[in-house]
């Protein structure tokens, strides 16, 4: 049965609550006029989401000489820009508490093909002189259509790559939608910057459009890249393949990709670090 918009956004609005958060925190900690306060009243909505915060700003990266145990103190001591960082750690985590019996899929592999994707992708954009913070966010959420598809499949299950080498046409096929058609529209729904949509909705054939996406192409190589970490999700490597075509749309040299996979790699231990 068709995956329709009005259950895909019931099913977002229940699961990942911090991920709409998420949105709007981008939004004000682009402000230079935003006070700490506001800050800090739109975490505390969400108790589980203030719980992470103050869990994570006690973390070994940003010292243990003090234990905090007040957000506000948490908000202060990580600083807007970290602090956005670690909310979506957060919003991940929140999503990711479940395997996927529809992918066979591991809850904690789908958390850390997020984070190293996150990681990779901030990396090539900032090489090749885009905004990292947007394709950090494009990284870190491009997984969540899976999630809901996972919640709606009543028994569907992904055959795998022998019978269905693409996932995204499996999900075409059986659901009406792709789980990056799915990611969209909750993001489109929550207001993330339209960049960031651009990025996950074509992200699989960054090349397919007339119009250049270099977002998407920059997403593409970062999948590539958290392949290549052994943290590939089950039919998705046909679609990482890299090429001139992307290289020089995402703004990088095959010698600029190498050097970021490896700075990617220690990005991504930091990440995992600072959500332990």
Not at 109 to 123: D, H, I, Q, Y
Not at 142 to 154: F, H, K, M, P, Y
Not at 254 to 270: F, G, K, N, P
Request: with cysteine; charged share 20%; hydrophobic share 45%.
């Amino acid at each position: 049965m068709p995956l329709n918009r009005e259950t895909i956004l019931a099913l977002g609005n229940k699961l990942a609550p911090a991920a709409a958060t998420f949105g709007r925190l981008r939004e004000l900690c682009n402000d230079p006029d935003t006070e700490m306060d506001e800050i800090v009243q739109v975490i505390r909505l969400d108790p589980a989401l203030t719980f992470h915060v103050i869990r994570m700003s006690n973390s070994v990266l940003f010292g243990l000489r003090e234990h905090n145990d007040s957000l506000e103190a948490a908000v202060s001591r990580v600083g807007f820009s970290e602090l956005y960082r670690l909310v979506g750690l957060a919003a991940t985590q929140q999503v990711c508490q479940g395997d996927l019996k529809t992918y066979g899929l591991k809850a904690s592999r789908l958390w850390e093909n997020s984070v190293a994707t996150a990681a990779a992708a901030e990396v090539l954009a900032a090489r090749g002189g885009r905004e990292p913070g947007i394709a950090y966010t494009a990284g870190l959420l491009r997984t969540l259509g899976r999630v809901i598809i996972d919640g709606a499949a009543s028994g569907k299950v992904y055959p795998g790559e022998a019978e269905w080498p693409s996932v995204a046409q499996w999900e075409k096929e059986s659901f009406g939608v792709t789980a990056a058609e799915v990611t969209t529209t909750l993001l489109g729904h929550w207001r993330f910057p339209d960049e960031i949509v651009e990025s996950v909705h074509g992200h699989f054939d960054p090349l397919s459009d007339t119009e250049s996406n270099i977002g998407a192409c920059v997403l593409n190589l970062a999948c590539g890249v958290a392949a290549r970490f052994g943290l590939d999700l089950p039919g998705e490597t046909g679609n990482w393949v890299c090429n001139d075509a992307k290289l020089t749309l995402a703004g990088v040299s095959e010698a600029d990709l190498e050097e970021c996979a490896a700075r990617a790699r220690a990005h991504y231990v930091l990440l995992c670090a600072s959500a332990v």
